[in-house]
């Protein structure tokens, strides 16, 4: 899983209110035009001098007063905090961080204040003097098409009125649930290294992002009490998904930290062009096995035997976690899988309180079918918070011999344990190997710059090194351990945290390990960071299952689902949570039905 911690309190920063001695002075009744007239007093500057050519304000830190139009007003405590002002031409404009007194769109006024930045928007903060100086003509909207050809077009219309002529694609949701704000882009963008080999093909797509992103913006605080996107508003039943479609965008447009967004000013028109999807449907022939991966997204049932809430991860109270395991036990009994490999358990062994134990024995009462879990010789699969399992149905195969795992090198410290088993299909002679792999995430990078895990500039992020060493040692092992070597059908599955052209995947693919998915399925993936999708979860077959693979899948369920909608957020917004599969994780779940 990716390290989101870089995420920040953006509008907080951005708007946060401040209290100011406004000197309110008599003003006369302005005639309806746009033209300044003496009645609204005398400027030392303009808008286009405050704003200036580059990407810091020339008057940084200078009192001024400007006369304008307000061209957006969001003052309200709930809101924004402040108005855009404009000048007559709709050629430059401004955020003024005032709440009081109150203005509306086509006043007239006369602001003195500092000339200040906050996280790169240019505003006027420290307001001592707001005047009302009649009423005035909005400018017309500046079109705006994307992508643009380098970031100075929009630092160029930073504080101006904007109208996009496109219909773009919703990229990204991780904002939705405390900003109310969403990703959109000309197009959908993928992670570079899913698309593209790592170095400068990557460097290069992911440049090109920059020119053609924006992030909508609802106008609200921080944790608004509803997301109004979709219309009416977010609710479990109407999720705004990735992939949709948003129109007739005409807004303010700002910047926060070099993230450029539309303080929309008019309705939106939105479509839903990639609806929920069903369960993947089940081949009716019986001779083929649904084997399954899916990262459960920390599933902690408690601690100890007394099952006590807050757990080192997870959901916070017994309530929450009841939430979150109606999710989970939904969308793991949709798949109608015969075997699954879970990552993300609650690494507490295996007795009567542990989350396996608990996790199976809830499937099963959901499934009306016998599912059982595999079981390492140790007390626990290593010594991480978290950990793998490997659940089947033991009416359709049976587990042969013991379970296998690997202490040494990549996995005693970075990657976690992978868990290997072997099976037997009821009724066949034949059997397969399962390995359930969770590699090192691409967080928590090295410090030492000239470590071989830190960050390479490549696209492939830290520790790339190290899951390329994990994913070696895994085939090595695979391949020379007798009891797996005798056993030509393979099946590696898991979330590696890598890309489907980065170097982990590479390895694989030169051992002779297959992703059918890029056959059934091109475009597939699992999981959305940065408003780019990709799939860091795997399920590779190895030459003797190539062609017997029937289908292969990712069920989007998660990562095109805001994460609003998850268990996390039903106290904040009860009607953003159903008990259903629909961003049960952040991951989605992969499907592949084999013929044996």
Request: proline share 6%; aromatic share 8%.
């Amino acid at each position: 899983m990716h390290n989101n911690n870089s995420n920040k309190t953006i509008k907080t920063a951005l708007f946060a209110l401040t209290s100011f001695a406004v000197l309110l002075t008599g003003c006369q009744q302005a005639p309806q035009t746009t033209a300044t007239t003496a009645a609204c007093g005398t400027a030392n500057a303009t808008l286009q001098d405050i704003q200036g050519d580059a990407m810091q304000s020339p008057r940084l830190g200078q009192q001024v007063t400007v006369n304008a139009l307000v061209s957006a007003s969001w003052q309200d405590e709930t809101a924004l905090g402040g108005f855009f002002i404009t000048d007559a031409e709709g050629s430059a404009g401004l955020f003024v961080q005032a709440s009081t007194p109150s203005v509306a769109v086509g006043d007239r006024v006369s602001v003195t204040g500092t000339v200040s930045e906050a996280q790169q928007l240019t505003q006027l903060t420290a307001i001592s003097a707001l005047q009302h100086c009649g009423q005035g003509v909005v400018p017309e909207p500046t079109e705006l098409t994307l992508p643009v050809t380098d970031l100075a077009a929009f630092e160029a219309l930073e504080g101006r009125l904007v109208r996009l002529p496109q219909t773009l694609t919703v990229n990204g949701t991780y904002l939705l649930a405390r900003h109310g704000a969403f990703d959109v882009a000309p197009e959908r963008l993928y992670s570079p290294t899913q698309v593209v080999t790592p170095g400068p093909a990557a460097q290069e797509r992911k440049a090109s992002y920059a020119l053609m992103r924006l992030l909508i913006d609802d106008n609200q605080a921080p944790n608004p009490a509803q997301v109004p996107y979709p219309a009416p508003a977010l609710s479990a039943d109407n999720p705004l998904r990735t992939g949709d479609k948003v129109s007739q965008i005409e807004g303010i447009l700002s910047e926060y930290n070099g993230s450029y967004r539309i303080q929309p000013t008019q309705p939106m028109q939105f479509a839903h062009t990639n609806p929920r999807p069903a369960p993947p449907t089940r081949l009716a022939d019986a001779r083929s096995l649904r084997i399954a991966t899916f990262n459960v997204l920390n599933y902690f049932n408690g601690e100890g035997e007394q099952l006590t809430f807050p757990t080192q991860r997870g959901a916070k109270t017994a309530t929450a976690f009841a939430r979150q395991e109606a999710k989970i036990i939904a969308a793991l009994s949709a798949l109608d899988a015969d075997i699954i490999g879970v990552m993300e358990v609650e690494n507490d062994g295996y007795t009567a309180s542990s989350a396996i134990t608990r996790l199976v024995q809830q499937l099963s009462s959901q499934t009306g079918k016998p599912w059982q879990f595999i079981r390492v010789a140790s007390p626990t699969l290593g010594a991480d918070a978290i950990t793998n399992g490997l659940l089947y149905r033991s009416d359709r195969v049976a587990a042969i011999g013991e379970a296998f795992t690997l202490t040494s090198d990549s996995f005693a410290y970075g990657s976690r344990q992978p868990l290997i088993q072997r099976f037997q299909p009821k009724g066949t002679e034949e059997s397969l190997v399962v390995a359930v792999n969770h590699f090192k995430s691409k967080g928590s990078c090295p410090r030492d710059t000239t470590d071989a895990n830190a960050a390479q500039g490549d696209g492939q992020g830290c520790w790339n090194a190290l899951r390329t060493a994990s994913a070696e040692q895994l085939i090595a092992f695979l391949q020379t351990q007798p009891a797996l070597a005798a056993t030509s059908a393979h099946v590696v599955l898991g979330d590696f945290n890598a890309y489907a052209k980065e170097d982990p995947l590479r390895v694989f693919a030169e051992a002779g390990y297959h992703n059918r998915a890029e056959h059934f399925e091109p475009q597939g993936y699992s999981y959305v960071y940065d408003a780019q999708a990709g799939s860091l979860d795997h399920l590779l077959v190895s030459d003797a299952l190539h062609g017997r693979v029937l289908l292969q899948k990712h069920w989007l369920i998660n990562a095109d689902e805001p994460p609003a909608l998850g268990y996390q957020f039903a106290e904040q917004q009860p009607i953003w949570y159903a008990p259903n599969a629909y961003r049960a994780s952040d991951h989605d779940p992969i499907i592949a039905d084999i013929l044996f």
